[in-house]
Nanobody
């Protein structure tokens, strides 16, 4: 499975962006998909995750109520709608896909089998 992340850019605080993660080369719809982010000097962290059916979603505390993850399996695409962006959201955002992952391991980067190339989100104050 190949993942292609897109949609990053420069936005002012309070603005919005929508990231897309397009999957190809496999049955992307079968995978739990997560959005991670990494800023300089920090570890890669899970922002949001969605099960293959879309029936379960997880959000990290810093983004709850501001970000929404969704998927369109007919288009092999997972989205991350980011509203109310803050300067601390500035990071490279990566999408990743995992098969057979259990809920307690959603935040474990080692559990994800496939990764996209990353897209930079910069939020100015």
């Amino acid at each position: 499975v190949q993942l292609q992340a897109s949609g990053g850019g420069l936005v002012q605080a309070g603005g919005s962006l929508r990231l897309s993660c397009a999957g190809s080369g496999g049955t992307f719809s079968r995978y739990t998909t997560g959005w991670f982010r990494q800023s300089p000097g920090k570890e890669r962290e899970l922002v949001a995750s969605i099960r293959s059916s879309g029936g379960y979603t997880y959000y990290s505390e810093p983004v709850k109520g501001r970000f929404t993850i969704s998927r369109d399996n007919a288009k092999n695409t997972v989205y991350l709608q980011m509203n109310g962006l803050k300067p601390e959201d500035t990071a490279v955002y990566y999408c990743a896909a995992a098969s057979g992952i259990i809920l307690s391991q959603l935040r474990n980067v080692q559990q994800y089998d496939y990764w996209g190339q990353g897209t930079l989100v910069t939020v100015s104050s």
